[in-house]
């Protein structure tokens, strides 16, 4: 969730004229210097590598769980280990919304303007992709919830607590991720 600001680039172009023909080579040739300053914009910095992504993050429950259904035998080993994991991201919270542009700031050019609308979608768009990826983990523990109760026993309160902090965060048009998680609710209750 780490939003950089835009990056400021400047490239300096040294330019050496010739001579003109008739005229001797002079001892220092003439040059024209161009400073060029370039902004890149926030979406071309901001773009993640995909290991790095809430989007593929989000695959990873539903995959693990196709996994232990091939092999079943697996699972027994592997479950003591994944539910403490699982709660714990469960748990996690997205950064509080920080102002990139402060009141106290007497004059706010249009391009900080944009810069801040573009962190804004950014930041958005990243917790929607967040809270998908919380919800196929509940999604998943739903699942674990049927074969292993008794091992998910001590983590009723927390899972009760994650689910109404998600269904509460969850923003008002991520309609596939509420439904998600009425569903998960469902199969939990």
Do not use: W
Request: proline share 9%; aromatic share 6%.
């Amino acid at each position: 969730f780490l939003f950089p600001k835009s990056a400021t680039t400047t490239t300096t172009t040294t330019v050496t004229s010739p001579p003109p023909p008739n005229v001797a080579s002079s001892p220092s040739p003439l040059e024209e210097t161009k400073t060029t300053t370039t902004t890149t914009t926030t979406s071309a910095i901001l773009a993640l590598k995909s290991s790095s992504s809430f989007r593929t993050l989000t695959e990873c429950p539903l995959t693990v769980m196709l996994l232990f259904q091939l092999y079943p035998k697996y699972l027994k080993s592997n479950i003591p280990s994944l539910i403490p994991l699982m709660m714990e991201a469960l748990a996690l919270r997205p950064p509080p919304r920080t102002s990139v542009l402060s009141s106290s700031a007497p004059t706010i050019t249009e391009e900080e303007k944009q810069n801040h609308h573009a962190l804004l979608r950014l930041y958005h768009s990243r917790c929607r992709d967040f809270l998908s990826c919380q919800t196929k983990t509940l999604s998943f523990l739903t699942y674990l919830l049927r074969g292993f109760s008794e091992q998910m026993k001590p983590y009723e309160d927390r899972i009760a607590t994650n689910v109404i902090s998600l269904l509460s965060t969850c923003p008002r048009d991520a309609t596939t991720t509420r439904k998600e998680l009425l569903v998960a609710t469902r199969h939990i209750l």
